[in-house]
């Protein structure tokens, strides 16, 4: 006889089976977690009463038999639903974009930062400006990924960033988010949409997250009415990063893209701005292009992190662009506008010039697409009765080409020549 127990609760039998052993006794409750014990077959449920019988072993396997059916059944109705729910396109002949399944790390938030900041731990900061480059920057484990209004030079391929508008900002934004749902998303305000005033600030940074996706916004500047636009999108309920040294938005002021800092007053003043931004509530001020005892000095005022970009290795953390690190582009206008501090952590561009190169030259040898790479398939009596159906629409050189394609679609390369 084989023994085997029911656990009932309220009045339910919600029954787990134990096959024991050789030489084992019928498990107790307190036995069940240990792996060299029965076999659990079902998840035990916190019980009323435990009872145990006997069956023989044929009525046992039939039991086991029959709870396994159920529970391949429950797994098969549990994968449907998700199906169902889900608002991804299901799979077909180009694949679609990637589940964006759950990621083991926890989603960053301003917290997260913050607690990186007062242990010490540097914290990474990316740009990203589309679904790819976003996939990639999550993949990494970076901690915040900004989309930065630099898309208008390396994307759009402008000599600065002014021409950029917050509409084709915020297509970048929702691109951006849809392939980076665990760093902290950042969105740049463009120029020309918060200058005017406080509430034409607030509208915009509300512009960003509820249309684009964002977290939170940063805004470039220490004037007055930036610190005040800044103080007025805080207390509307949106975390601010500060933007302060070097500001690109500003180069018709500053002469161009130029270093701050470099003189007593103006250190003293990239200083000053840092501490403004952090009195109007920002949680976190990027210092670009200062000299890095500048940059020493702003993040030892400050109680919120610093983010430096061609400002040292004193800050609190770095930030870089997307196609600067990666080597991205290699044409003469990139060339220009790429900045001085940019370490390449990849030679991506030669990379996707040779395999542009590959590509053109096995297209105009005929040598691509070959048969691994032409998957779809006709039977052959389909393909007669296809050729028949075009000699009788009067497509003769069709139904040939028709023909000679089917006796070929096993060799490398198409015909040789066109006819």
């Known amino acids: 006889m084989v023994a085997f127990t029911i656990l009932i609760q309220n009045s339910r039998s919600n029954w787990s089976l134990f096959l024991p052993s050789p030489k084992s006794q019928v498990p107790s409750p307190d036995a069940q977690n ?3 014990n029965p076999i659990l077959l079902s998840r035990p449920h916190r019980s009323l009463h435990l009872r145990t019988y006997h069956l023989s072993p044929a009525l046992a396997r039939a039991a086991a038999s029959h709870h396994q059916d159920t529970m391949r059944r429950s797994l098969l109705v549990r994968q449907l639903a998700r199906r169902l729910l889900s608002n991804l396109p299901e799979s077909t002949v180009y694949g679609g974009p990637r589940p964006q399944e759950a990621s083991a790390a926890r989603r960053v938030t301003v917290t997260t930062l913050r607690g990186k900041h007062r242990r010490g731990e540097p914290i990474t ?46 297509e970048h934004c929702r691109a951006v988010a849809r392939g980076a749902p665990r760093p902290l998303l950042v969105g740049d305000l463009p120029f020309g949409c918060y200058e005017s005033s406080a509430a034409q600030a607030v509208d915009s940074a509300v512009r960003v997250l509820k249309e684009g996706g964002m977290d939170t916004i940063k805004l470039e500047g220490g004037a ?11 207390e509307a309920g949106i975390a601010v990063m500060g933007h302060v040294g070097l500001t690109p938005q500003a180069i018709s002021v500053l002469g161009g893209f130029r270093p701050q800092g470099k003189t007593v007053d103006s250190a003293v003043k990239v200083v000053e701005t840092a501490l403004a931004l952090q009195e109007a509530g ?3 001020v990027v210092l670009e292009c200062v000299p890095a005892p500048v940059a020493a000095a702003a993040t030892s005022a400050l109680q919120i992190p610093t983010i430096g970009i061609g400002a040292g290795p004193f800050c ?17 206008h990139y060339a220009k506008v790429t900045p001085k501090f940019c370490k390449q952590f990849g030679n991506v561009g030669n990379v996707i010039n040779r395999a542009l190169s590959e590509y053109k030259k096995e297209v ?17 009596t389909d393909v007669d009765g296809f050729a028949t159906a075009l000699q009788k629409m009067g497509l003769s050189d069709a139904a040939d080409a028709a023909a000679a394609a089917a006796e070929n679609s096993g060799t490398d390369g198409g015909p040789k020549e066109n006819s």
């Open 34 to 36: 240990s792996k060299k």
């Open 125 to 170: 900061v990316v740009t990203a400006y589309d679904y790819p480059s976003a996939v990639h920057v999550d993949s990494a484990g970076i901690d915040v990924c900004l989309v930065g209004d630099s898309a208008a030079m390396v994307v759009h391929g402008h000599d600065t960033t002014l021409p950029i508008s917050l509409d084709l900002m915020l």
């Open 224 to 234: 007055p009415s930036r610190i005040t636009a800044a103080k007025a999108i805080v």
């Open 282 to 284: 920002c949680f976190s």
């Open 316 to 332: 609190s953390g770095q930030v870089l662009v997307y196609h600067d690190l990666l080597g991205m582009m290699q044409h003469p």
């Open 364 to 380: 105009e040898t005929r040598t691509f697409p070959g048969p691994s790479h032409t998957p779809y398939k006709i039977i052959p």
